[in-house]
């Protein structure tokens, strides 16, 4: 179930620390967007989202920051478990319901 | 706790034969997807459909695919025949509207021989 490719750039964190994952937008104009998380053989699970008009939102123990000068994306996982290892994308939308699916980012928590 | 559910999990078949996969949406969505996801070119849409009325199916291959919603509770994708290179995971998402996020479920592992 990986999001795409065969050589998903790979993030290896230990157990306990935090994780910084990133991804890069095509389109300034798109005013909302989502990560998603998703784990061998299951289907995407969402995480959290913002919206253009906030440059940050905090969940439980997640955080996304949204830098639109440099269409940037965030996502941080504080305290990082386990239980995180998982295949990480960002969608952005593009016009009313289509989303643009970024690559992936392979996320590795080490004991 | 609300989920999108689909079946079959795996599917196995061989090429010429149909493939019939479905999807309960999350109860009161309005929103619903349909995507196929590959190693090679991650989640493409095939269908979107808003309040049962198809409105995009730009991303199917008209001549085998077809998408439909009978009621509110059940999404078919189905494909007639099936080719080898159909082979991937077909996901449904729904969302309770076009604002707000998708929710996917677990996927149909679709193989064809």
């Known amino acids: 179930g990986e999001s795409v490719g065969l050589h998903l750039p790979t993030l290896s964190v230990q157990e306990g620390d935090n994780s910084i994952i990133n991804c890069a937008y095509s389109?300034?104009?798109?005013?909302?967007f989502i990560w998603y998380k998703q784990e061998s053989g299951k289907g995407p699970q969402f995480i959290i989202d913002i919206r253009s008009n906030m440059d940050k939102r905090q969940g439980q123990r997640v955080t996304v920051l949204l830098n639109k000068t440099v269409k940037h994306l965030s996502l941080q996982i504080a305290a990082t478990q386990p239980g995180d290892s998982a295949v990480y994308f960002c969608a952005e939308k593009e016009g009313t319901y289509k989303y643009i699916f970024g690559t992936g980012t392979r996320l590795k928590v080490l004991a | 706790d609300a989920r999108v559910t689909q079946t079959p999990r795996d599917k196995v078949t061989e090429m010429g034969q149909e493939v019939t996969m479905r999807c309960q949406p999350i109860?009161?969505?309005?929103?619903v997807f349909w995507y196929r996801q590959t190693m090679m070119q991650g989640l493409e849409l095939l269908a979107y459909?808003?309040?049962?009325?198809?409105?995009?199916d730009s991303g199917m291959p008209k001549d085998r695919f077809s998408a439909e919603m009978p009621d509110a509770t059940l999404a078919t994708l189905k494909i007639q025949p099936s080719e080898p290179r159909d082979s991937a995971v077909y996901f449904c998402?729904?969302?309770?509207?076009?604002?707000?996020?998708?929710?996917f479920g677990p996927g149909t592992r679709l193989t064809v021989l």
């Open positions: 389109n300034s104009a798109s005013d909302y």
């Open positions: 998402a729904s969302g309770l509207t076009d604002l707000g996020p998708q929710f």
């Open positions: 459909f808003r309040n049962r009325a198809p409105l995009d």
């Open positions: 109860l009161g969505h309005n929103t």
